[in-house]
Nanobody, 124 residues
């Protein structure tokens, strides 16, 4: 089992940047694929990005491709989401999630472990 804690959210102007971190407990972090999802008020939780256990394979939602970068440091048990060129429509609570599946997916049902989320607000 793994416990996840997100940090790094906040208020930023459109065009700005933020880096989210997700710290994981447990000694088997490197065996988990990791994902980032977000949920805006009144909307479904949606996929943002994912990274394989080794960090060599990544996936992105079309809406963030080219602006967001997911990475991980297995030595620090941490996964990151670098968000650049932020837009007001990126405003949401951002969650990290972990999966034991070898191929990281884009649906929330593939992820068994979730953090509590961190708020990102982008002003226009």
């Amino acid at each position: 089992q793994v416990q996840l804690v997100e940090s790094g959210g906040g208020l930023v102007q459109a065009g700005g940047s933020l880096r989210l971190s997700c710290a994981a407990s447990g000694r088997t972090f490197s065996s988990y694929g990791m994902g980032w999802f977000r949920q805006a008020p009144g909307k479904e939780r949606e996929f943002v990005a994912a990274i394989s256990w080794s960090g060599t394979f990544t996936k992105y939602a079309d809406s963030v491709q080219g602006r967001f970068t997911v990475s991980r440091d297995n030595a620090k048990n941490t996964v990151y989401l670098q968000m650049n060129s932020l837009k007001p429509e990126d405003t949401a609570v951002y969650y990290c999630a972990a999966t034991t599946r070898r191929v990281v997916g884009t649906t929330r049902y593939e992820y068994a472990y979730w953090g509590q989320g961190t708020q990102v607000t982008v002003s226009s």
